[in-house]
């Protein structure tokens, strides 16, 4: 009588065996679409985000562009010049809302900047090679969206050609960063 018992036993198992595996891979199948369900909502809510900012300021750059100390201070740079720009930047980034605006002249180079009395440092990168940057020395209004890595927060870049004559004597970008 054991003996008969032994098969159905194996059987039982086998079976109990497979229902637990089915339940497990059914499970992960479960936990996998919830993950992917999430990230998309994430990612329709990180696009909404930006597209919304971008509507909301994207005629910044070129208000400032189009501002005659502005155009000024990137024909003939002085100290009066430079100071007057930067406090004007300083408002306007405060008043729009902004992380940063800057003023760049024709080889990349800020010449004043809205966080003028905290990052003087700023002073000495070169912009020449950012997409904004080259965006707006082709005549075109400049939108830039920085997502480096994973640890860094995002970012991104607006911005308008300045024209003296036209010819292209700068750009006023403004930047934003957000997080998730």
Known sequence: MSIRI????????????????QAGQYARDWSLIQLKEQGEDRLLSTISEIRLLIGRYQHLPFLI???????????????????SVSRFLEQT???????AQFVLNRKGHAEAFSH????????QLSHFDSPYFQQASQGEQGIYIDLDDANTVGSFYLSAPV??????????????????
Do not use: K
């Not at 980034?93 to 992380?99: C, D, I, K, P, R």
């Not at 024209?163 to 998730?180: A, E, H, K, L, S």
């Open 163 to 180: 024209y003296d004559r036209g010819r292209f004597v700068g750009q006023p970008p403004c930047g934003w960063i957000w997080n998730d």
């Open 65 to 83: 562009s189009q501002n005659r100390d502005v155009q000024q201070l990137l024909i003939h740079s002085t100290p009066d010049r430079v100071a």
């Open 93 to 99: 980034n405060l008043v729009a809302g902004s992380t």
């Open 116 to 123: 003028w009395r905290e990052q003087q440092d700023f002073y």
């Open 6 to 21: 032994f098969p159905f036993a194996i059987i039982v198992t086998l079976l109990s065996a497979l229902v637990t595996w």
